[in-house]
Structures are given as C-alpha cells and as structure tokens.
C-alpha cells in the first residue's frame, strides 16, 4: 500500500521539521556556560575556564579577557589577573574595565607607584565609570603606604564624597587627616565612620586618640 501525502500535509511536515531543528538549536546554544553568569552567580573557576576555552577558540574575544579579569580578580589570583589584562588590553589599550583589573592587582601586589598611574588612567578613561569611588579609596591607601598623607587626605575625601556611606573609608581618611596633625578634621572623619558604624574599632580607637590632643 503506497500512502500518498497530500500538499498541505507535505507542508506541514516541512515546517514541523524547521521547528525541530531550531529548538535544537536553541537547546545546544542554551546549555553552552555563559561566563558572565557564572561570574555574576560566584562561580569564579569556572568563569576562567570558560574564558580561557573561548579564548582558545577566539584569541581576540574582548569579553573573555574582561570576564577573566574580574573572576581572577575575585579569586585573589591577583598575578595572573595582571598578565591578563595586559594580554586584553594589547586589543583594547583603553578599555577602563581591563585598566581598573590591572591597577587593583598592582596595589594588592605592591606595585604602588604603577597602582597609582594605572588608577589615574582608570579615571581619565572613565570620569563616569562605576569604579570611580573605589579608584579614589584605592589611590588613598597607596598614598598611605607611601607616607603621603596629605595626598591621601585628598583621595579619601573624594571617596566619601562619592559614597558617603562608607564607614571604613570615613576612618582611613580619619586616620590620614591625623597623620597631619589636622585633629579637628580628623575627629570630625572618625566621628562620621562611627555614626555610620558604632562597632567599627578602629574608628573608636582613632577617636580616642585624636581627642587626648585636644
């Protein structure tokens, strides 16, 4: 018995085929790891290995040298992040997400002086970026660690102007104001760090401190 098809059951054979094959599709293209979600949902190993395999298969993929940046970053591989972002940023010199990775590793490796330059960069690549307060904090400890306290003073203040709700910040430009003898200011910082957060130590130890100058 030979079955004849008819030119509408024919079509509709046709289409249901298309359909199977782009759900196919569909399935293989969801069930590829996306290394920003893995990322974003702490998953930082295989973050990098995802970046580092679709960097084997496209070396010059900007996303996966910036994905691999921030999961290294996270991971405190703070060397490898390094070479990375050099890596990236000999495709995208510029480019202030690679830049910021670079200069947070430099200040966590005690590259101070690079750390600084880099943040620098970072700031003037992105005057608007998301980073920003964080750069300021950053060039303030640097600034620190190079007994620089009045260009600390400067850092600090510029990040809690940009995030006033930070209360460890509060205390290190506490501090930094009290390495210059600037006591008045200081306490006032100290004070603000406490009002922000009453359990912070350091900030009741450097407002103890600063109050016997009085």
């Not at 202030?96 to 670079?102: D, G, K, N, V």
């Not at 101070?112 to 998301?130: K, Q």
Request: aromatic share 14%.
């Amino acid at each position: 018995m030979v079955l004849v098809l008819s030119k509408k059951t024919k079509v509709l054979a046709f289409l249901f085929f298309i359909f199977s094959g782009f759900i196919s599709l569909g399935l293989v293209a969801e069930t590829k790891p996306d290394a920003l979600v893995l990322y974003n949902n702490g998953q930082y190993k295989k973050a990098i290995e995802v970046c580092e395999q679709e960097l084997k298969e496209t070396p010059k993929n900007l996303d996966s040298y910036i994905v691999m940046t921030w999961a290294l970053l996270a991971s405190k591989q703070y060397k490898r992040t390094y070479d990375i972002a050099v890596k990236g940023r000999k495709i995208a010199h510029a480019d202030p997400r690679l830049i910021a990775c670079q200069a947070e590793a430099c200040y966590y490796l005690g590259r101070n002086e690079e750390s600084l330059r880099l943040f620098e960069d970072y700031i003037f690549y992105a005057p608007s970026g998301v980073k920003i307060p964080l750069s300021y904090y950053f060039m303030g400890e640097v600034y620190l660690r190079l007994a620089k306290y009045r260009h600390a003073d400067i850092a600090f203040s510029t990040a809690v102007k940009l995030r006033d709700y930070n209360s460890l910040w509060w205390t290190r430009l506490g501090y930094a104001r009290e390495q210059t003898k600037d006591y008045r200011h200081a306490l006032e910082a100290y004070n603000k760090a406490l009002s922000l957060n009453k359990n912070l130590l350091d900030a009741t130890k450097g407002r103890d401190r600063v109050l016997k100058k009085f």
